[in-house]
């Protein structure tokens, strides 16, 4: 690679040859990274506060997922379908990790891929078609997925969706559609939801699809209890509980998986991201009665559960139970939680923080009593972020909620530094 060139040199050949249509990012060129740490094309360090985009769980260029990597890469590549050592032991390694009840698991490249898989199975499964989903859930952007989501803007003029998608509201507390507030509403979203299929279903009910916190939407955490409500009543309906944890598995809310935190029992698990950490790779994981409703040949993809992700995978649950990093997603995301609230208290242009682990959404907001959301202002908060050496995003429903997602190697000191460059920033907005 020409290392001569610059950030802006490398952006007009981006410009010339890109058609645009990818998320909005601070102007860097990532060269390298290494843990929580990232440099750019012209040497300029960074703390990484975005991890991809939540893929990086292990942290950057972790050596020994380079290393299973770059041997697997000059022994195998691909053997479709034919089994191989790598995904083997991968699918024995994961399934040793689930609830007894979840045994099989196919593999898949993208989270969007697992997602339309999952719809396909739930509805070959239970022979119906509709599928009940949320305001604000983001499912990945091909037709199934996308005809899932809940976020207007993603399916904007991409004309008619797959059919059977029933749209309830998700409790974003913080701006709840119903304006009522948690705990005396009783969780009335979910009563609601029943007042929805009443007015929408034709009979055809196939399954619930939920994401454990709704990530795209702004980091948005449903309050405790609502996720087993939901659950309890998916299962009263005899309908099939599709759990999206694509971004929220693999540690990142301080439990390998987010369903620990309501003792869920999803009748579908959709992984990807963290899965990897960078190797592509994604899967279903479900019961062997509802992979049961598909024959020889029904779902299968071309790079599903090649040699090399399978390989990277399995150095990745290696790496997370060796290094201890749920634990330390844990503890460490309890001190960034603490220092992040910190920063609320002082600055009254931030409205919201949420999360759990090592995964917080800051929502800005011109005005606490009105909260109505600021998007300029982030994106002026995250510019002036990655320019004093912190990398980071935002993202959500209205544009204004800032992204925190370190890598789960990211130390307390780290932690202190990044953290430290964000109050720096928010001083600076509030001086001028
Ligand atoms: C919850 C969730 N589901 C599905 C997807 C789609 O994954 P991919 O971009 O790998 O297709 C994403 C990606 O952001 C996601 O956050």
Known sequence: MNKKLTT?????????????????????????????????VEGKHYFDWTSGVLVTNVGHAHPRLAAAISEQAHRLLNTFDFPTPQ??????????????????????????????????????????????AFWGGFHGRSYGPMSVTGLAKIKRHFGPMVPGTILA?????????????????????????DRVVEAESSGSLAAVIVEPYQGTAGFVFPPSGYLKRLEEWTKKRGLVFILDEVQSSYGRTGKMWAFEHENLEPDILCLGKGIGSGAP??????????????????????MGGNPLSCAGALAVLEIIAEERLVEKAATNGEYLKS????????????????????????????????????????????LRCVSNGLMCGKLGIYGNVMRVAPPLVITPDQIDQSTKILEKVLDQIHHS
């Open 281 to 302: 790779i994604a899967a279903v994981v479900s019961t062997p009665e509802i992979f049961g409703c598909l024959g020889p040949g029904e779902m299968s993809s071309t």
């Open 339 to 382: 220092l992040l609230l910190r920063l609320k208290d002082k600055f009254s242009f931030i409205g919201d923080v949420r999360g759990m682990g090592l995964v917080y959404g800051i929502e800005f907001v011109k005005d606490r009593t009105t909260k109505e959301p600021a998007p300029d202002l982030a994106k002026e908060i995250v």
């Open 169 to 193: 509201p998700y409790p974003y507390c913080y701006r709840c559609p119903f304006e009522k507030n948690y705990p005396e509403c009783d969780l009335f979203c979910l009563t609601f939801l």
């Open 8 to 40: 802006q040199d490398w952006l007009r050949i981006s410009e010339r040859f890109e058609p645009g249509c990818m998320n909005w990012q601070a102007p860097v060129v990532w060269d390298r990274a290494q843990g929580a740490e990232i440099w750019d």
């Open 87 to 132: 995904r083997l032991a991968l699918a024995e390694k994961l399934i040793a990790a689930m609830p007894p009840h979840l045994s099989k698991v196919i593999f898949m490249t993208t989270g969007a891929e697992a997602m339309d898989a999952s719809l396909r199975i739930a509805r070959r499964y239970t022979q119906k078609f509709e599928i009940v």
